[in-house]
Each structure stands twice: as C-alpha cells, then as structure tokens.
C-alpha cells in the first residue's frame, strides 16, 4: 500500500504521521483510516489550500506516494453540521415531482454524525436516523429519516428508506462534476525549469504568505489569474503561531510535485475547450498558446516552438520599450507582443540565452549606447552623447563611435545611420541568420570573418554594421535589427534612393 | 524538410484543389517534386486587365522553416508589369518578404498574386523600366503587357497584335531571338530603331 504523509493539526498540537493509503480511495474512506490511526476525527482534509470533500478520489487529487495531506482535527469527537450544501435530485417521495432539493450535509463528518443531515421539503423535514454510506462515491446511499411537519408541532416518526422511494437517490451536482474533471480536467500550464525544461501541467499550491507554511485554509477558491497572482485572496493559516490572512500561491510541477522546484506559470497556454484550431498547422490540441490580439489567435506548442526559434535565429523580434524584446501573434497582427518571456524558454537554454542577448543589444542601441566591437567582447556601453572615441570597459579596447573601428585621429569620415553599430562580425555571441554561429566563446573569428567579407551575398549593413545575406530576392534590403530597420541598397551599400529604385532595383 | 512544412503543404495543396478559385479554373496548384518543395502555380489574368485570358505559370519554392518563413514565389511565365521583373519574374509583394505571417497560406499567395496583376503599384516597382513606362505613357504600358500577355502566356490578341508581331518578326531576321527582341522592343517604346541599336551596342 502507498504512503502518504498527513500533517495534523487542532488548536492545542500539530504532527506529522503516515498513512497507508490505497489510490481508490476517496477521502471518507481516508477519513476513516485516520480516525482509527489517530483516534481523533479529521474534521476538515486540506489540499492545495481548499478543503476536499468526501466523494473525491484520492487518484483524482493526483497523490503520489509520500504526497502530503494537512488535516484540521475536530475540537470534539463529533463534528457538527457545517453548510456545505449539496443538492440532491430525485423526489423524496413517488407521488412529488422529480426536482432538486438541497440536502444540508457536514461534509467532513461523513457518517459519524448522521444528525447534521436533514432534507427540507416543502414543510417537512427529514432528518436521518442511520446511514451506510459505503457506496459513497458513487452517489447512491442509504439511509432512513425521521419525519418532522414543521406545520404542526406533533412529530410523526416515519422511519422509512427513503432511497426505496426513489429507486435511483443520487447526488447530482457532484457527480457531474466529477465526471467532467474526468474527461476534461482544468490544469495551469507551467514552465518547469530545473527538471523537465519543458512546459508542463502545474499544480497550484498555496501557503501563507507570512511564516510559508501549506496550513493555510482559503476563504474563497481563485478563480481567475489575477486571483493566484496579486494578494486578493486571503484565508486563514492554521499554524499554532502563526496569524498569517493572506495567502499565496506558486507553482509546482506535476512530475515531481515532492521536488522543491522552479515552475513558472504560463499565462498565455491556456486550455483549448472550445477545440479551437492551431491557425498555423489546424490541429486542435488540449493546449494552445493564446495571443493577446483582438481576434486572440492561437497555436499549437510546437508551432509556437517553431514559431519563436525560426523568428528568434533570424533576429525578427520587435523591440518595444514598453514590453521589451518579444514577438507577436504570428497573423501579424497589432499589439500582440508576448508580454512575459518565460513563454520563449520554450526554444531551449542555449537560444533562451541567445534571446536574452539580442534583447540586451536591442536595449543598449535603444539607449543610444554602443556595442563594443573588439573581438570576442561585444560589452554594451552607454557613453556620453558627445564622446567620439569610446574605451569599452570590460575589454579596454578603445574605438571610433563613428565608423566603428579603431580609435583614430581627425575627423571620421564614415557614418553609421545607427550610432551604437550592431558589429556583427565581431559581435559576441550573436547571430543574424541560424547557420552562422557565433560561439559566444572568444575566440578570434577574423578568419571567419574575412570568408563572410569574401562571400558575394553578405555584406553589411550600412546603418548598423549587422552582417546581411542575401538569398535572392531585389537589391532593396530592410534591416532586421530592431533599432535600425534601414532600407538600403544591395548594390550602393548605402540608404535606399530614388536612383536604385529606378536604375537597379532588382539586378 | 520538416514534418509541419509538409503537413502544411498538404493541406494547403488541397485547400488549393477544393477551392471555389480552382473551379472556376483561376488558380492551380501543381506538384513538380515529389517531396513538396517545389511547386507549381497558375494563375488566369483578371479580367479587365491587360493580362486578361492569359495563364501565368508560377515557380513556387518552399523553405524548410514554412510556414514560418514566406514560400519564395516568381513567375515562369513571363510578364510586363511594374511590380514583378521582365527578366527574371521576381515579384515585390510585401507578403512575400517582411509581411508575410504563418497564418497566410499558398492559396492566399496565389490569390494576390492574381490581385497584384489588376492593381499595380507602381511608386513600388521591382521593374523600374515598366514603372516608368506604366506611370509616363500608359497607353504603350497597356499595349506592351498586353502583348507580353498574348506571346508569353496565350492572352487573348488585340487588335494592334499583328502590328508588333511584324515589328518583333523583323528583328528576328536580323537574328536576334525572339525573346530578346520582345524585351528591347519593349523597352524602348516600340522603336525599333532604338531597340536594334541597344541590342547590338
């Protein structure tokens, strides 16, 4: 039999004790096992900050072995009522119509105290004299009721089986329930970075936000984002010492929810329960990346993989100083950047490194700085507006803002459109195109280097220095780095103009 | 090439074949490789276009990173408009190059395409000579695609056909091919004189 761990605690103490448990369980049967291990009666089970009611399965809680329970003793051995409310449909009788009714039940109590069960019914009330709730799980039981008129005070004792009545007595809302988180279960999608690397299912779990203990019990359940991620939500933090109201929530990978590890919620992959289609491949999977466009276009996991990797490598990000280096819905439509970058370390360490990089440049040039051109450096510098003659700080290598090169006397005679001048070629780390990889490990490229300058289809960029190859297409070229997007031309290596439009747009 | 890129063509191929666009025999779409990388398209010239009733054959490529990255398309059959060469058939269309978004398919390339043809943007232009002719004397640009239209692509004749034909057809016995007498013919307005003389400067 599997072990789980169940913390306890009531006002006067608090432990920790294992418990056998069987996955097909549901928690009354829990319940149960634990009063006999205890000898106390488990008022209220707590997992992930919300109380669990009876019928759940413990399979359906996603336990794993040596998964941890809290659990709140009762003060007394005999729970009272408490409102949770169930509803019931079924008539209580065969002559009334079949309809709903709500049944008061403590739901923690279970059978141990079949006095807080009672059902109204239109002037009349049954409380339940026993019960056998075995089949509990399935929605069906048995037990018999006292009758009260309320009407009257003569109280007729009819002690009946009410489910005999019935036939069929069965706890509609939670059964329904039940099945759907079943077939389609809700989950958060996380980024889980030290094990996985991969995106994930989450687990959302709460503690409080004072002494981070998981005793905490929820006033209300969260049900959107905004709830989980801002200080909204507040409960109570059943730990003896602690007076802690507000909760807060973080995030656990479901492969290994016993590892202290970094998940990081993915706001934008959310649930596909309308089987919207992936616009980029028409498949209709669980999940989708959703942007944030007025039409909120959406796409499978790995097209979006696809999708920032291919963008990424060919430097096609947008920088906006708003939201930062990010890309957009891949329709193409209006603000629909990606606001938080956890979404990108779908592509992989190495390119997430990459992207971290560009953005940094992208960042620097936005400043009006610069980046160093020396071999193997590559540092940003954000140096005075009139300084001519920069000395990177991290490699002492001193150069020309101008043109870039070496520092010199006189007057620079070369203008980069772009001041800060993306030095591709000598730019660590970075890369225009995916195929040229710039190891980022310093060693001097300028025999690489000088291949590229002697390859006819690249050449620089004459606003920003950036290495551009040419595979086709016109003479009229846009630059793709993000502060820079110079028209220029092929064949001039300089700004767009009438001339090449006219004389050699497409030799 | 990758398995999204071909399953995308796939499908693309046969949102082409099913479309109402191919019933009506405007657009089609072709396999010339087996392995979807290289097709073919063809589209009719709208109507009331110089390129009425003519057929352009397209070259369509797809890269491996599609449908992130734009399918690279220029016309085979060759063309005088302002936005797509006379000699080499690339086309300007911002779809094609910084425009273009995933979600756009071949059907909806082969369709602006076809749009491209019944609205030129001339202030645009990949052909600088045609735009200049398209912008200082329409009526030659109109006569000259019209032509291009008839002899390339098998658009309807009009009624001054037979008259460029001869002048084509006199160049021709001085031995130049056809197609270089088309291109330099068109070039200068339909002077021959002028035509002759580039070519043989």
Known sequence: MPVIWLYYTNKESGG????????????FKLKQAITSQLGRVPNKLIFLGKEIDNKTKLRDLHMIEFSTLYCVLATNTMPRVNNTKLRVYGSLSPSLPSRGYDIQMPMSAGPLDPSGIHVELEGEYYVPMTSHWDKGSEGVFDFSFRRYVADSDTVSEVSEHIYEHLGEFSLHTSQISYETMKSKRRYFSVFCRDVCNTITRGKLLVRCWNCKSNHFTLSCDPS????????????????????????????????????????????????????????????????????????????????????VRVNLVSRLFRYESSVGYSLGCPAGCPNSLITDAEHFRVVGDELYERLHKFAAEEFVLAE?????????????????????????EACCHMF?????????????????????????????????????????????????SQDWKESSNIKSCPGCNAPVERDGGCSHITCSVGVCQLEWCWLCEKEWNLECREDHWFD | MASLAIQRVKREFKEVVTSSEAENSQIKLEMVAENLKHLQGEIKGPPDTPFEGATFILDILIPDSYPFNPPKVKFATKIWHPNISSATGAICLDILKDQWAAA??????????????????????????????????????????????EFFAGGNPSSYSADLRQKVKSLCDMGIQSLDAVRALSHYNWDATTAVESIFS
Request: hydrophobic share 35%; net charge negative.
């Open chain 1, 400 to 448: 020309c803002r101008k043109c870039m090169d070496r520092a010199h006397f006189g007057v620079c005679e070369r203008s980069l459109s772009v001041r800060g001048g993306v030095a591709g070629v000598n730019l660590k780390g970075s890369a225009i195109r995916s195929s040229w990889r710039f190891g980022g490990d310093g060693r001097d490229r300028s025999e690489e």
């Open chain 1, 368 to 392: 009006g700085g610069v980046l160093c051109p020396a071999v193997g450096c590559g540092e940003g510098v954000i140096p005075g507006t009139k300084d001519r003659l920069i000395t990177c």
């Open chain 2, 104 to 149: 756009m398919t071949l059907r909806t390339v082969l369709l602006s395409i076809q749009a491209l043809l019944a609205s030129a943007e001339p202030d645009d232009p990949q052909d600088a000579v045609v735009a200049k002719q398209y912008k200082e004397t329409p009526e030659i640009y109109h006569m000259t695609a019209k032509f291009w239209a």
């Open chain 1, 16 to 27: 920790r004790i294992p418990v056998m448990v069987e996955w097909d369980w549901n928690v």
């Open chain 1, 224 to 307: 959107c984002w905004n709830d989980v991620t801002g200080d909204v939500i507040t409960g109570s933090c059943v730990s003896c010492k602690c007076e802690g109201i507000r909760a807060e929530f973080y995030f656990n990978c479901i492969n290994h929810p016993q590892q202290e590890s970094i998940a990081t919620p993915l706001k934008q992959v959310k649930m596909n329960e309308r089987s919207v289609e992936c616009i980029i491949c028409a498949e209709s999977p669980d999940r989708l990346m959703v942007f944030e466009c007025t039409s909120l276009h959406a796409t499978c996991l790995p097209c979006f993989t696809e999708y």
